[in-house]
Nanobody
Framework: QVQLVESGGGLVQAGGSLRLSCAASGVIFSIDAMGWYRQAPGKQRELVAAITNGGSTNYADSVKGRFTISRDNAKNTVYLQMNSLKPEDTAVYYC?????????WGKGTLVTVSS
């Protein structure tokens, strides 16, 4: 089993920054892709950013230029640096990892951006 624990969410004013972290633990031989999704109230969960084990990244258009995803393979941890936050970034943010046994999700961390 793989467990994911997110941290770093909170309340921030528009224009501010937050850094999310997600640490994976458990039976992990190797992690392929790691990513962040978010779900705002009344909306479907959407991809925010993803990163492969080779370091290739993919971002939603709405966050390009403002968010940066990175990973530390030695720590099995993925990060999401969020700058120039907007009220529409308010959501529960979930991390996920792809390993040989499947895809695992964290429980989410709430990010609230006030105007």
């Amino acid at each position: 089993q793989v467990q994911l624990v997110e941290s770093g969410g909170g309340l921030v004013q528009a224009g501010g920054s937050l850094r999310l972290s997600c640490a994976a633990s458990g039976v992990i031989f190797s992690i392929d892709a790691m990513g962040w999704y978010r779900q705002a109230p009344g909306k479907q969960r959407e991809l925010v950013a993803a990163i492969t084990n080779g370091g290739s990244t993919n971002y939603a258009d709405s966050v390009k230029g403002r968010f940066t995803i990175s990973r530390d393979n030695a720590k099995n941890t993925v990060y999401l640096q969020m700058n120039s936050l907007k009220p529409e970034d308010t959501a529960v943010y979930y991390c996920n990892v792809d390993v040989k046994t499947g895809r695992y999700w964290g429980k989410g961390t709430l990010v609230t951006v006030s105007s």
